[in-house]
Every structure is written in structure tokens, then in C-alpha cells.
């Protein structure tokens, strides 16, 4: 029995690493539960904050990641990626409010006179996994999908996205990764470099 109990308790043990995840996943839940369907204007105003984010540091993104490869031309990653990027946050907030809208439906005569329409809401919170030969297009880019769809309503979303990825790309020794994100979330970044610095100290 005494052996039995051990391997429960064993399974139930989760690595520092994992309870990171577990921790991280709540938090953003209990922030999206706050907010579940923001308005038009919200999903714009923050595809704009991260849209002036990508322009303002696009140097140190493409010099950073290009250091990371050994060398890879900031030309390419300014219009493979960054570029991509900003085209679609505008892009997206050109379309999102026609696409907000009900969806009408077809009702039959004998369900007459009901109304039928499909009602577009936000799933919660996304996870994004990017791959590393676009690091950027590849994490940014669903996120920007993700925000226009109202997911994850909190800016420390937007920040812990660029953060990892920036923290996986060497961005913090090129002195990109405070000054991006503490410009738009001063109140927010200690409490946030904390989770992220523990969490990957112990991954």
C-alpha cells in the first residue's frame, strides 16, 4: 500500500518547469475571464501598440536574430518578417469589425418567425508553438490573429510572447527585450520578468 501511495504521489509531482505552466495558464486565464469579449476598438488599439512596437525596434529585432543565426541579413528578416508582421496587424484591423458581426442563418418556414445568426467569440487562451527558422513570423504572426479574435485579454499576453521569443534569441543581451516591453508595460514588468526569468531558470 505504502508503495502504491509513493507512485500516486510521484505522478502527481510536478517539475518546476510544469507547475511554471500550470501557474502561467491560470494567470492568463483568470485575465481573460475579466474580459471576455472585448470590443473592436480594444482588439485594434492593441494590434496598434504592438504594430508601433515592431516599427520602433525593428533594428535591434533584425540584428539580434541575425546574431543568433551567426549572420542573417536584416533585410530579410525586416521584409520576410517584421514587415509581414505589420501588414497583417493592419490588415486585421482593417477586417475585424465586419467580421465581428452576427452571421445570419436560414430559418425554415416551419421554425418561422425565429431568427438564426452564428455569434463569433473568443475560444480563451491560445498557445502558440513557432518553429525557429522565422522566429518572429512564426510567433508574432498567430498572435496577431489571436488578438484580433479578442483571445487573451490581457497585454501581458502580447509581452510574454515577444518576451520568450526574445529571451530564446538572444535579445536580452542586445538590450531589446526590457526597453520593448517595459515602454508599454511599466507598471506590469516586474511582476511579469519574474515569472518569465524564473520559469526559464528552471526549464
Known amino acids: 500500500m505504502n508503495s502504491l501511495s509513493s507512485l500516486v504521489n510521484a505522478q502527481n509531482t510536478l517539475t518546476p518547469e510544469i507547475q511554471h505552466m500550470h501557474d502561467a495558464l491560470a494567470a492568463q486565464k ?12 480594444e482588439r485594434i488599439e492593441r494590434l496598434a501598440r504592438l504594430r508601433r512596437t515592431l516599427v520602433k525596434y525593428q533594428d535591434e529585432i533584425a540584428a539580434a536574430i541575425s546574431k543568433d543565426y551567426g549572420n542573417r541579413s536584416v533585410h530579410e528578416t525586416k521584409i520576410g518578417e517584421i514587415l509581414t508582421c ?15 458581426k452576427p452571421s445570419k442563418r436560414h430559418v425554415s418556414a416551419l421554425h418561422q418567425p425565429a431568427k438564426a445568426w452564428v455569434q463569433y467569440q473568443p475560444l480563451g487562451v491560445i498557445g502558440i508553438i513557432a518553429p525557429w527558422n522565422y522566429p518572429l513570423v512564426l510567433s508574432v504572426g498567430p498572435l ?44 506590469e514588468m516586474p511582476e511579469l520578468l519574474a515569472r518569465l526569468e524564473t520559469g526559464l531558470a528552471e526549464s
Open 30 to 41: 483568470a485575465a481573460y475571464l475579466q474580459n471576455t469579449v472585448p470590443s473592436a476598438h
Open 86 to 100: 505589420i501588414e497583417q496587424c493592419s490588415y486585421y484591423s482593417k477586417n475585424l469589425t465586419a467580421w465581428m
Open 144 to 187: 496577431i490573429c489571436a488578438l484580433a479574435a479578442g483571445n487573451q485579454d490581457d497585454y501581458l499576453g502580447i509581452a510574454e510572447t515577444l518576451l520568450i521569443m526574445m529571451q530564446q534569441h538572444n535579445m536580452k543581451e542586445e538590450n531589446v527585450l526590457y526597453p520593448m516591453c517595459d515602454q508599454h508595460l511599466p507598471g
